[in-house]
Antibody
């Protein structure tokens, strides 16, 4: 049974750095695509970016310059860092690992940015 | 950026009904469309990939169709356990984008 477990700070002040980690249990996914997605309150899902099996990244243009996605395949862990957060970054953040017919999501982590 | 227009945003159905959920892309995305189901407090699960391929383990009452810009998720003979939030994802071009989602209520 594959499970994705997420953790990280849930309350941030404006200008701080959002940092989340996602660990995958129950399988090895070194050859897959790892990504982060978020959903602001009352809004739709937004793709943040992904890192592929070769370590190449793609980010949403609106977040480029502030976001870094990395993966430690030896630990099956994905990380997200988002700098200089504002209230607009308040959202539930999801991690996802996918490849072929396999597509697994975490349950989400609510991150609130408030002064 | 490819915009996905998903409809309806909310629908109510009775067990045994057939429902269709639409996702229209603002540009041609071939068959690079996935459909997901998410229940409150749970992780999203992939139910249809590449527009029409049913994921192993998903009941055959779920089906997907479409190519290019128009896509449909169909649920036949709805059951109470199908109450959930459904959304589409295009993975044809970056940035990947999502439909706004459909909340399906079972009466």
């Amino acid at each position: 049974q594959v499970q994705l477990q997420q953790w990280g700070a849930g309350l941030l002040k404006p200008s701080e750095t959002l940092s989340l980690t996602c660990a995958v249990y129950g399988g090895s996914f070194s050859g897959y695509y790892w990504s982060w997605i978020r959903q602001p309150p009352g809004k739709g899902l937004e793709w943040i970016g992904e890192i592929n099996r070769s370590g190449s990244t793609n980010y949403h243009p609106s977040l480029k310059g502030r976001v870094t996605i990395s993966v430690d395949t030896s630990k099956n862990q994905l990380s997200l860092k988002l700098n200089s957060v504002t209230a607009a970054d308040t959202a539930v953040y999801y991690c996802r690992v996918a490849g072929g017919v396999l597509d697994y999501w975490g349950q989400g982590t609510l991150v609130t940015v408030s002064s | 950026e490819t915009t996905l227009t998903q409809s309806p945003a909310f629908m109510s159905a009775t067990p045994g009904d057939k429902v269709n959920i639409s996702c229209k892309a603002s540009q041609d995305i071939d068959d690079d469309m996935n459909w997901y189901q998410q229940k409150p407090g749970e992780a999203a699960i992939l139910i249809i990939q590449e527009a029409s391929t049913l994921v192993p383990g998903i009941p055959p009452r779920f089906s997907g169709s479409g190519y290019g810009t128009d896509f449909t998720l169909t649920i036949n003979n709805i059951e109470s356990e199908d109450a959930a939030y459904y959304f589409c994802l295009q993975h044809d071009n970056f940035p990947y984008t999502f439909g706004q989602g459909t909340k399906l209520e079972i009466k």
